[in-house]
Nanobody, 121 residues
Framework: QVQLVESGGGLVQAGGSLRLSCAAS????????MGWYRQAPGKQRELVAG???????NYLDSVKGRFTISRDNVRNTVYLQMNSLKPEDTAVYYC???????????????WGQGTQVTVSS
């Protein structure tokens, strides 16, 4: 089986920082794009940051300059460094990976379990 395990969420005051991690494990042949999504109560899930296999990145406009996505291809891990957090960043954050796993010939999307990030005023 293949799974993505997230960690690093929690409660922080406005202006603080958190670092989210998401490690993929299992019979993985290749990981292509990876990313972080978030979903706040009453809102749709949105892409916060993405990173391609080449290292190219893209960000939600509202987090540019504050969040940084990175990946470790040896450890099959993606990170999201979140600085200058604001109350509007409060959401459940989910990691995503486009992967080819053992026993398949095509790419599939896999999701982490979600981790709560709460930013207080």
């Amino acid at each position: 089986q293949v799974q993505l395990v997230e960690s690093g969420g929690g409660l922080v005051q406005a202006g603080g920082s958190l670092r989210l991690s998401c490690a993929a494990s299992g019979r993985i042949l290749r990981i292509n794009d990876m990313g972080w999504y978030r979903q706040a109560p009453g809102k749709q899930r949105e892409l916060v940051a993405g990173i391609g296999s080449s290292g190219s990145t893209n960000y939600l406009d509202s987090v540019k300059g504050r969040f940084t996505i990175s990946r470790d291809n040896v450890r099959n891990t993606v990170y999201l460094q979140m600085n200058s957090l604001k109350p509007e960043d409060t959401a459940v954050y989910y990691c995503n990976a486009a992967m080819i796993v053992s026993g398949t010939w095509t790419q599939g999307d896999y999701w982490g379990q979600g981790t709560q990030v709460t930013v207080s005023s």
